[in-house]
C-alpha cells in the first residue's frame, strides 16, 4: 500500500432525514441554493478536497435524489430507518478501508467552506476531530465539553444535558473526522440508550476518549458558514449568507453591483472590465458579460451571452439569447430562447424576439414580435409590426434584407422575403415577398363619405 492509498479520504454526507419541517414534498436536501440542491453545493465543496471517494447517506426520497444528483460522482448509500446520525455513518462504513481517513458531512449543512473542511480533517489525531462553534444561542445542539488541557471530552446533546452543560455555549457543527478503522469500533460500540433512543455520532468522542486518544476541535469563526437548513426561514437565510459572500467575491473581481443585497446570481457569472449592474437583478444559468456592458434595474438574465459596451435597460426578461457589441436593449424588452441582436442593433420597449436574428444596426423599437425571422442590417422596423409565423400548425420563416424599411403595424405573414432595400408602407399585411428596392402596400384606399354622420343621427 502506498502513503496516498494509506491517508486517502473519504467523504461521507448524511442526507436520510425527513426535512418534516421544509412542509414540503420535495425532500430537504433537494431545496435550492442559489438555483442548485443544498445537497449539490456539500458535494461540490467536498469534491475539491480530491477525495476517493464521496458517499451519501439517503433514506427518504431517495430515489428522487438519486435522479437530481445524477450527474455527480458519488456512491448511494441507503438508510431505510433513520436511527440515528452514528446508524447513518455505519451504512457508509463497510465502503471504505480501515487506513482511510474520513469526513463526515450534512447535505444540509451547504455553506462550509473547502478550506473549512480540510483544517478539520488535519485536526484528527488518534481521536476524531469535530467541528465546533460558538453560540450566543446554543439552544437545541449538542454541547462541547472540553478538559483543562482543551481537548475534547465528550459532546452531550441538548436533550440529555445536564443544566450546568446547557450553559455551555460551544455547539456540535455535526461535522466530525476520523481514521475509518477506529470509528468502525466505536460505532460498534455505541448504544441508542438516550432521551432520543438513536445511535449517536457524537458518542464517539466519549469512547475515544476511554480508550486514551486524543480528540481535538476545529472552530468555525462563522455561525452563518456551518448553519444548517431545517425550514424555510433557515433556506432563506442559507440563500442570503450565500448571495452575500458570492457578490463579495464578484465585486472584488471588479464587477459593480449598485447593491450586493439587492442580486442574485444563481448558476455561472463570467464579465470583463467595467460591467455594472443595478439593483434587483436576477441571473440564472451560465451569464456572459463582455466589457463595459450595464445591466438596468429588475432585469433577469438566464443563458445569454452580452457581447462589449452593450446595454441593457431595466424590466427585461433574457432567455438563451445573445446580445451583439453596443446593441441596445429595453426598457421593458422580452429576448426569448434563439434571439440574437449583432452589433448596434436595438430592441426597444414592449418587443418580444424568439428565434430571430437582428442585424447590425437594425432597429426594433417599439411594440413588435419578431419570431423565426432573419432580418439584414440597417432595417428600420416600424412600431407594431409583427411576425405571423404561426399557421397553427407549422412554424414559418420571415426574412428581411437589409436596409429594408417596415412602416409602422404590418402584418408579415411567413413565410415570406422582403427584398433589400424594399419599403413597406404602414398597416401593410404582406403575404408575397417584395422585389428590392419596391414600395408595397395593401391598404385599401382611404374612403371619406361628407355629412354621414349626421344623416346617421
Ligand atoms: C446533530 C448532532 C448535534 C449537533 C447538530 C448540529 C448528533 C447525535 N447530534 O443533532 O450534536 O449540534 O447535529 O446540527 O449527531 N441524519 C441521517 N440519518 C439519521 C439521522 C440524521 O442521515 O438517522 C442526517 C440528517 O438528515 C441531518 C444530519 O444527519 O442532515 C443531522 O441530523 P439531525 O437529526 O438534524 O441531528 P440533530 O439532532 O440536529
Ligand atoms: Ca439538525
Known sequence: MTDAERTSLHVIILAAGQGTRMRSALPKVLHALAGRPLLQHVVETASRLNPAGIHVVHGHGGETVRTALSGASVTWVEQSEQLGTGHAVQQALPAIPDEALVLILYGDVPLVRADTMAELVAAVDDGPAVLTVNLPDPSGYGRIVRDEQGFVERIVEHKDAAPGELALHETNTGLLAAYAGRLRTWLQRCSNDN?????????????????????????????????????????????????????????????????????????????????????????????????????????????????????????????????GRNARVGPYARLRPGAELQEDARAGNFVEIKQAVIGPGSKVNHLSYIGNAVLGGDVNVGAGTITCNYDGVA???????????????????????????????????????????????????????????????
Open 195 to 323: 432521551a432520543q433512543g438513536e445511535y449517536y455520532l457524537t458518542d464517539v468522542v466519549a469512547l475515544a476518549r476511554g480508550d486514551g486518544c486524543r480528540v481535538r476541535a476545529a472552530r468555525a469563526s462563522d455561525p452563518a458558514e456551518v448553519a444548517g437548513v431545517n425550514d424555510r426561514v433557515q433556506l432563506q437565510a442559507a440563500e442570503r449568507a450565500y448571495q452575500h459572500r458570492q457578490a463579495e467575491t464578484l465585486m472584488r473581481d471588479g464587477l459593480a453591483l449598485m447593491d450586493a443585497g439587492r442580486f442574485d446570481l444563481r448558476g455561472e457569472l463570467s464579465f470583463g472590465r467595467d460591467c455594472s449592474i443595478d439593483i434587483g437583478v436576477v441571473m440564472e444559468g451560465r451569464v456572459v458579460l463582455g466589457a463595459d456592458v450595464r445591466i438596468g434595474a429588475y432585469t433577469v438574465l438566464k443563458d445569454v451571452v452580452i457581447d462589449d459596451g452593450a446595454r441593457i435597460d431595466c424590466h427585461c426578461v433574457l432567455e438563451q439569447a445573445r446580445v
Open 395 to 457: 412554424k414559418h420563416r420571415t426574412t428581411i434584407g437589409d436596409g429594408a424599411f417596415i412602416g409602422s403595424g404590418t402584418q408579415l405573414v411567413a413565410p415570406v422575403t422582403v427584398a433589400p432595400g424594399s419599403v413597406l408602407g404602414a398597416g401593410t399585411v404582406l403575404t408575397r415577398d417584395t422585389e428590392a428596392d419596391s414600395l408595397t402596400i395593401t391598404r385599401a384606399p382611404q374612403k371619406s363619405v361628407p355629412g354621414w354622420a349626421r344623416r346617421r343621427r
